[in-house]
């Protein structure tokens, strides 16, 4: 094709059709008005990847085809393929061709009545339209299912507005799709547990932003790995699963925390609470192993005579400690986390 086509001019965008109908869109309807003005006889632009590449060289091809779908799916413009030629037109009423969209048009999601952005619900959906979308590209729906919640949730965390939250998921789906084709394949797409798994960077922000001890959720790791390599399961939201599994740790961890300003020797009689076995549950952890641990952890501080005004949280991560090394013990892990110091 003639570089003749891309326009040499800047381009013009307008904010109140960028905020409407998203910035991406509105680049790319300027852009095919303007290629649309070289062949005034024609009310079809025909076109090739080279012509649009060549006419918007700052997006590469899978970019391009995702703004192109957008466009379609708000019936801004019109795409026919046949003869392997692909040929597009800007829709409009009563008229060959035009350069905006036509007025009575609305946006593929809710936008405030003055074109504001909004923060993310937290029952947020995605609509009919975007699963359409999703689907010519061939993402299951189960995998578009899936992703929701950790979608959500990281929005809500980072606290960000958007006009149309359903373009923002749309670009983010893709991008979670194309990464697990081009790193495990269609048929990898559902994996088991491995051995070295490690939560993703974007889990880990999400909890650290909900007020997560960093180590903590380090220490979540080796049992999450180690009971569900044991059931066998198989998942592409491995993050997902890690971040409702840590959640309920720390809710169960903090309860255990006491909070007595007056530092005290361990009882002789000492006994963990409830809520310290509900935490070691949740870890997978063998309640009558922490049961034998009671008697070693009581000598060692009464000898020691030391006071702590949270022997509980001490118990836990004595045992969470000695617990790794019995995994380690019997081969099941190939890393674990180092001693966070129980004794500290």
């Known amino acids: 094709m003639s570089s003749s086509l891309i326009p040499e001019r800047p381009l013009l965008i307008s904010p109140t059709l960028a905020a409407t109908i998203g910035l991406e869109e509105a680049v790319m309807l300027h852009v095919l008005s303007e290629l649309l003005q070289r062949q005034p006889s024609q009310p079809w632009l025909v076109v090739d990847g080279n012509v649009l590449t060549g006419a918007m060289p700052f997006w590469n091809q899978a ?27 800007i829709r409009q009423p009563g008229s060959s061709r035009v350069q905006t969209p036509p007025p009575e048009k609305k946006p593929e999601t809710p936008v405030t009545a003055g ?25 299951p729906r189960s995998f578009i299912d899936e992703h929701v919640r950790l979608f959500v949730i990281s929005q809500q965390e980072r606290n ?27 048929k990898e797409l559902e ?20 007020g997560i001890n960093h180590s903590f959720i380090e220490d979540a790791v080796p049992e999450f790995v180690l009971y569900w390599r044991e059931t066998g399961l198989k998942t592409s939201t491995w ?12 809710a169960k961890y903090e309860a255990a925390l006491e909070h007595d300003s007056a530092p005290r020797l361990l009882p002789e009689d000492y ?15 063998d309640l009558r192993f922490a049961q034998e641990l009671i008697p070693e952890f009581i000598l060692y501080w009464r000898e020691r005579k030391e ?11 004595h045992v969470k400690y ?7 013990e019997k081969g099941d892990f190939v890393e674990r986390v180092t001693d966070r110091s129980w004794a500290d």
């Open 322 to 328: 000695r617990w790794s090394h019995r995994q380690e």
């Open 239 to 250: 993050n997902t699963k890690f971040i409702a599994h840590v959640r309920r740790q720390w």
């Open 160 to 186: 960000k507005a958007q006009y149309s939250w359903h373009n923002t998921f749309y670009k983010y789906i893709v991008r979670e799709w194309e990464s697990s084709r081009s790193h495990q394949g269609l």
């Open 191 to 210: 994996a088991n547990m491995s051995a070295e798994w490690q939560p993703g960077e974007d889990a880990i922000s999400i909890l650290e932003h909900a």
């Open 63 to 89: 970019e391009i085809r995702r703004v192109q779908d957008n466009l379609v799916a708000k019936g801004l413009i019109e795409v026919k393929t046949d003869g392997g030629k692909t040929r597009i037109a």
């Open 271 to 285: 006994q963990p609470s409830d809520e310290v076995y509900d935490v070691l549950e949740l870890a997978n952890i």
């Open 115 to 139: 074109g504001r952005a909004t923060q993310i619900p937290a029952d947020w959906q995605p609509n009919a339209d975007l699963y359409q979308l999703c689907e010519k590209r061939n993402i």
């Open 307 to 317: 006071v702590s005004s949270s022997w509980h949280t001490k118990f836990l991560q």
